[in-house]
Nanobody, 124 residues
Framework: QVQLVESGGGLMQAGGSLRLSCAAS????????MGWFRQAPGKEREFVGG????????YYADSVKGRFTISRDNAKNTVYLQMNSLNPEDTAVYYC?????????????????WGQGTQVTVSS
């Protein structure tokens, strides 16, 4: 069992940066691939990016590639999402998720555990 808690969301002006954190409980965190998803009002939950269990491989949606960076610290049981050059289209609730796949999946059903989400709002 893994419990995930996101933090770091907030209100930011366009062009600004935020770093989200996702703290995990449990001793097996390092064995999970981790993903970040987001969901805007009236839209489906969409993949933002993912990171392999070792942190050696990362994957990003085209919409955030070059602006967002995922990293993890297995010693701290934490995964991060650094978001730069934010724009209003990035406004959403952001979720982290843990999965057992060899590589991070891009679909929500490929993940076993989810955090409660943190709101990110970007004003123009």
């Amino acid at each position: 069992q893994v419990q995930l808690v996101e933090s770091g969301g907030g209100l930011m002006q366009a062009g600004g940066s935020l770093r989200l954190s996702c703290a995990a409980s449990g001793r097996t965190f390092s064995s999970y691939t981790m993903g970040w998803f987001r969901q805007a009002p009236g839209k489906e939950r969409e993949f933002v990016g993912g990171i392999s269990w070792s942190g050696g491989r990362t994957y990003y949606a085209d919409s955030v590639k070059g602006r967002f960076t995922i990293s993890r610290d297995n010693a701290k049981n934490t995964v991060y999402l650094q978001m730069n050059s934010l724009n209003p289209e990035d406004t959403a609730v952001y979720y982290c998720a843990a999965g057992r796949g060899v590589v991070p999946g891009v679909r929500p059903h490929e993940y076993d555990y989810w955090g409660q989400g943190t709101q990110v709002t970007v004003s123009s």
